[in-house]
C-alpha cells in the first residue's frame, strides 16, 4: 500500500505560480508512474501531468501545456509539479497519483493510489 501526501497547494493571484509536491511511502517509488490531477467543484476528475518511472517521460493535458512542468526526484521519493501563468480556471483540488502497473497515464482508473489532494485557488 503506497501513501501520498501532498503539499505546496494555496491561493495566488492569475499570472502567479505554485509548485506542488507529493511525497510517497510504502512502495518502491522508482517503480511508480506518478501523476498529477485536478477536479474542480461539478466538474469530473481532469488529467493535468504525468512522469515515468525514471522521469524521461512526460504527458500533459492540453489545458496546462506550455504552462505547468512535472518532474521527480526518485531519491527523495517525490513528484513536483510546477504551476505556471495560472489562471482562474485552473483553480481545484489537485491529486496526486500512483500507477505500479503500465497503464495509460492520462485515465484516471489507471492509478492505483491516491492522495488526499490539495487546494489550488487562483484569483483576479
Known amino acids: 500500500q503506497a501513501q501520498l501526501v501532498e503539499s505546496g497547494g494555496g491561493s495566488v493571484q492569475a499570472g502567479g505560480s505554485l509548485r506542488l509536491s507529493c511525497v510517497a511511502s510504502?512502495?518502491?517509488?522508482?517503480?511508480?508512474?506518478m501523476g498529477w490531477f485536478r477536479q474542480a467543484p461539478g466538474k469530473e476528475r481532469e488529467f493535468v501531468a504525468a512522469i515515468s518511472r525514471s522521469g524521461v517521460n512526460t504527458n500533459y493535458g492540453q489545458s496546462v501545456k506550455g504552462r505547468f512542468t512535472v518532474s521527480r526526484d526518485n531519491a527523495k521519493n517525490t513528484v513536483y509539479l510546477q504551476m505556471n501563468t495560472l489562471n482562474p480556471e485552473d483553480t481545484a483540488v489537485y491529486y496526486c497519483?500512483?500507477?505500479?502497473?503500465?497503464?495509460?497515464?492520462?485515465?484516471?482508473?489507471?492509478?492505483?493510489?491516491w492522495g488526499q489532494g490539495t487546494q489550488v485557488t487562483v484569483s483576479t
Open positions: 510504502g512502495r518502491t517509488f522508482s517503480r511508480l508512474t
Open positions: 497519483a500512483a500507477d505500479e502497473g503500465y497503464g495509460s497515464p492520462w485515465l484516471a482508473r489507471s492509478y492505483d493510489y
